[in-house]
C-alpha cells in the first residue's frame, strides 16, 4: 500500500496562522518541528546555532513555551504533563528521521511502512499544534515587541490589548531589566495620556500590593516612566507624582533608586510648584509629606529632598 501525503491547517488563537502544512515522510514532520522549535528560538531573541541538535532545539523551544500564559491555555498538571510527554515524542522524530530519512545517501530505500509514517505524523503533530497554539501568545508578550510597540513606533491599544500582552509577556518570570524595560515604557505611555495603558498597566499596581503579579521591577520601572521621558525630559506633574509613589508602596527596598530619581529632579527644574495651581501644587508636596511617614526610615532622605522640590511658594 502506497501512504498518501497527510496534510493539517489550523488558524491560532492571537492572529497568526498555520500554513497548510504537507506531510510525505517522518523527514518531513522533523523538519516542520524543528522550524517551529526554532522560530520560538527566534522570537525569544536566542536563535539557536546552526549547528546545535534537533533534541536541544526542541527541548529549548518547550521550555520557554511551558508556562507561557493566557486566557485560552491550560499550564496546570496534568495538562502541563501531556505536553512535556508530547515534546518526547516529538524528540523522537530526530533518530527517526536519522534512521528512515533522506539525505544519508542509502545504498537502499529504508523500509518505511504506512504506520510508521502515521505514527511519525500524529507523534509530531501533536507537539507542533500545541506550540503554535502559544506562538501568538509568546510573540506578544516579548519584551522588545512590546517596548517598540509602546512607545518606540507607538502602535494603537485597545482595550484589553495590553492587559493581554501583559499577561502574555509573563513579568514575574521575566528578567529583572526586561521587568524593568516595560515597566519604563508603560509609565512614559501613560504619560502620552494613552487612557488605555493607564487602565491595563498602571491602575493594577495601583489597586494591588501584590509583587507577584505586579513584580518590583517592573512597579520602579513604571514609576520611572511616570516621571521621565524616553529622553530623560521631566514629565513630573502633581498627578504623576502622586501614582509612582502610589505604586512603589509594596516595594521594601526603593530607597536607592528614589534618592537617584530626586537627585535628577533637582537638576532638571528650581524648586517650586509643579502646576501655575498653587492648591494642586501644595496638595502634591503635602502627600508627599504625608506618604514619608507611612514609608521606611531609608526612604526618608529621598522623600525629603522631593518635597522641598515641588513646594510652592506662596502666592502672595
Not at 240 to 247: G, H, I, N, Q
Not at 270 to 295: H, I, K
Request: net charge neutral; hydrophobic share 40%.
Amino acid at each position: 500500500m502506497t501512504t498518501g501525503p497527510a496534510s493539517s491547517a489550523k488558524q491560532t488563537g492571537c492572529g497568526g496562522r498555520w500554513s497548510l502544512v504537507t506531510v510525505r515522510s517522518p523527514s518531513d514532520i522533523k523538519c516542520l518541528v524543528e522550524s517551529i522549535s526554532r522560530v520560538v528560538l527566534e522570537i525569544d531573541g536566542t536563535p539557536a546555532a546552526p549547528n546545535t541538535g534537533f533534541d536541544a532545539v526542541v527541548a529549548q523551544a518547550h521550555t520557554l513555551l511551558s508556562g507561557q500564559p493566557g486566557h485560552e491555555l491550560a499550564n496546570q498538571s496534568p495538562f502541563g504533563q501531556l505536553a512535556t510527554q508530547a515534546s518526547k515524542i516529538a524528540k523522537n522524530l530526530g533518530n527517526i528521521r536519522n534512521e528512515f530519512g533522506g539525505g544519508h545517501g542509502r545504498a537502499r530505500t529504508p523500509d518505511l511502512r504506512d504506520e510508521m509514517v502515521a505514527l511519525a505524523l500524529d507523534g509530531g503533530l501533536l507537539w507542533a499544534r500545541w506550540a503554535l497554539r502559544r506562538l501568538g501568545y509568546f510573540a506578544e508578550g516579548r519584551p522588545t515587541a512590546l517596548i517598540n510597540d509602546l512607545i518606540v513606533t507607538p502602535q494603537t491599544f485597545y482595550a484589553g490589548t495590553l492587559e493581554r500582552r501583559l499577561l502574555a509577556a509573563n513579568l514575574p518570570a521575566l528578567e529583572s531589566r526586561h521587568q524593568r524595560s516595560i515597566g519604563v515604557a508603560v509609565g512614559q505611555r501613560v504619560m502620552r495620556e494613552t487612557f488605555v495603558v493607564r487602565r491595563d498597566g498602571l491602575q493594577p499596581c495601583l489597586a494591588s500590593d501584590d509583587l507577584s503579579t505586579c513584580p518590583r521591577d517592573y512597579r520602579l520601572g513604571l514609576a520611572y516612566g511616570l516621571w521621565f521621558d524616553p529622553a530623560g525630559a521631566l514629565t513630573l506633574t502633581p498627578c504623576s507624582l502622586e501614582d509612582a509613589l502610589r505604586v512603589l508602596e509594596p516595594v521594601p527596598d526603593s530607597s536607592k533608586d528614589l534618592m537617584e530619581w530626586v537627585t535628577r529632579i533637582d537638576q532638571l527644574r528650581f524648586p517650586g510648584g509643579l502646576t501655575d495651581d498653587y492648591v494642586a501644587s501644595m496638595a502634591a508636596e503635602q502627600f508627599v509629606q504625608r506618604w514619608m511617614t507611612l514609608r521606611p526610615v531609608e526612604d526618608h532622605l529621598a522623600l525629603t529632598a522631593l518635597a522641598k522640590n515641588v513646594k510652592p511658594e506662596p502666592p502672595f
